[in-house]
Nanobody, 115 residues
Framework: EVQLVESGGGLVQAGGSLRLSCLLSGFTIDRYTIGWFRQAPGKGREGVSCITTSDGTTWYADSVRGRLTISSDSAKNTVYLQMNTLKPEDTAVYYC????????WGQGTQVTVSS
């Protein structure tokens, strides 16, 4: 059974940093696309970043490029999202997803950035 569990969210001041983790189980991550979406209050779900673990190819939304970094650790079956220089507009629930035949989603972790 594929499962995704996010952690690392919290409350941070603008300009601060957080690192989100997505622990995956039920498959090994070394040949799939895994990434992060977010959903702010009253808005739709937005793609943030993803990584193709087989070759390390990454993608970032324009709104986060240069501030967020996605990485993976195959030994820990975990994908990370390092978030630096956070802005109030980054406030959202962040969801990890994995494309393994179909999309699987985690339960989400709240990130709140105060001004």
């Amino acid at each position: 059974e594929v499962q995704l569990v996010e952690s690392g969210g919290g409350l941070v001041q603008a300009g601060g940093s957080l690192r989100l983790s997505c622990l995956l189980s039920g498959f090994t991550i070394d040949r799939y696309t895994i990434g992060w979406f977010r959903q702010a209050p009253g808005k739709g779900r937005e793609g943030v970043s993803c990584i193709t673990t087989s070759d390390g190819t990454t993608w970032y939304a324009d709104s986060v490029r240069g501030r967020l970094t996605i990485s993976s650790d195959s030994a820990k079956n975990t994908v990370y999202l390092q978030m630096n220089t956070l802005k109030p507009e980054d406030t959202a629930v962040y969801y990890c997803y994995a494309l393994v035949g179909r999309n699987y989603w985690g339960q989400g972790t709240q990130v709140t950035v105060s001004s």
